[in-house]
């Protein structure tokens, strides 16, 4: 029988399993243009698949796929060869415009991969891929990128060229810097960085102006560069876990409405103030959750400080009183719980943080003062002592 198509009708088969169509003339496929292979036992893609000009899903997830060095050759050459040695004209795979194929166990990607011009979705997830092509650069219309679960130590330079990037996942790699062409991402929305090992960032982030969502939760960051106010449409802001000393102030220009800083966030927002870095005598933001620095044995009692806060919408629940701020920023205030029985072997408990607080704030952080309490007394088992450790707290003072 010679078969010259398959008839669109086959798609109809949905129990089909094996289909042999040897020895016929085929010229093509249906005009393929989306195939699924997901969760399979895929080694390897052959070569024929570059004869499937009209394709543009690939989807080879959850395989075994170790190598798409010489099948990407195939999909992305001008001309294919038969076996026949007849030529014949093609776009090949120029037309793909995604291509998944995460879940396998690829240790890299082909510098080929920058001439899937068409392509708009990369997922790559899931891999042992440690770096990605500098080729990727070509790829101008590329708007999804997820690297995420992999072993990436850098990003190449030319990322910052893929100017239609809406959305980047990094998460769980082992990243420890960025490239600064990032902030050539105009149209980047959504940039998810987590569980890396970044010590900072860019100053160049701030020029993504489309940047709805940052995290970069659990990762080694010391700062956040002041730049990122220049990322106007900011509205998420996740850097929990990190090192943070401080927030620059320039963030009170944004109007974000999520601002993670601890690892649990179950208390409401508590009012910023404004201090001065000894280091470099810029102003900047603090309140008692920061620094998030691992509590000296001696401080136990403040042990669930770096724990506090569902930190929502900074910039709203803020109130910044500059002629406060600017009396006597070396201050150090002090809040005490007083115990009742003077024989008791504890040393008295104290809190300290910089600069006089604002006399609105007394009332927030008495509220504070009694979640502490709290804690305290369910881990010291003082559950009999309660009446008297509620009497005790009513005397919390604050001297300057």
């Not at 499937?52 to 010489?70: A, F, P, R, W």
């Not at 998944?100 to 001439?115: R, Y």
Request: charged share 25%; proline share 4%.
């Amino acid at each position: 029988i010679n078969i010259m198509e398959l008839p669109e009708s086959i798609s109809y088969c949905k129990t089909l399993q094996v289909a042999d169509f040897s020895g016929n003339p085929l010229t093509s496929i249906c005009h393929l243009v989306s195939l699924e292979l997901r969760e399979n036992l895929l080694t390897y893609l052959p070569e024929s698949l570059s004869q499937l000009q009209k394709l543009e899903e690939l989807d080879v997830g959850s395989n075994e796929l170790y190598n798409l060095v010489s099948v990407v050759i195939f999909m992305t050459s001008s001309k294919w060869t038969n076996d026949n040695n007849n030529d014949f004209d093609c776009t090949s795979m120029r037309s793909l415009t995604c291509l998944d194929v995460s879940e396998n166990k690829l240790e890299h990607l082909p510098e080929e991969m920058g001439n899937l011009l068409s392509l708009t979705d990369l997922l790559v997830s899931q891999n042992l891929i440690d770096m990605l092509p500098e080729g990727l650069g070509k790829l101008r219309r590329l708007s999804i990128l997820k690297a995420d679960q992999n072993r990436l130590v850098h990003l190449p330079e030319s990322i910052g060229n893929c100017e239609s990037l809406t959305e980047l996942v990094l998460t769980e790699n082992q990243l420890v810097s960025l490239p600064r062409s990032i902030g050539k991402l105009k149209k980047l929305s959504n940039f998810n960085c987590d569980r890396n090992l970044l010590m900072s960032l860019p100053k160049e982030i701030g020029g993504c102006c489309s940047l709805n969502v940052l995290c970069v939760r659990e990762n080694r960051l010391t700062r956040i560069p002041p730049e990122l106010s220049q990322a106007t449409e900011l509205h998420v802001l996740d850097v929990s876990g990190n090192r943070l000393l401080y927030l620059p102030l320039t963030l009170t220009s944004l109007r974000l409405k999520a601002l993670w800083l601890s690892e649990n966030q179950s208390q409401p927002l508590l009012t910023f103030q404004t201090d001065v870095d000894p280091e470099s005598g810029d102003k900047v933001l603090t309140c008692v959750l920061l620094p998030q620095q691992p509590c000296e044995s001696e401080n136990k009692g403040s042990d669930n400080l770096a724990r506090c806060g569902a930190l929502e919408s900074l910039v709203e629940s803020s109130v910044l009183d500059d002629t406060w701020d600017d009396k006597a920023p070396n201050r150090m205030s002090t809040i005490r719980f007083m115990e009742d029985d003077e024989d008791e072997d504890d040393e008295e408990r104290t809190l300290l943080r910089r600069a006089t607080p604002h006399p609105g704030e007394l009332k927030n952080m008495k509220k504070v003062a009694e979640s502490i309490r709290k804690d305290m007394n369910a881990a010291k088992g003082l559950d009999s002592n309660k009446n008297e450790v509620n009497n005790a707290v009513d005397r919390v003072t604050t001297s300057v």
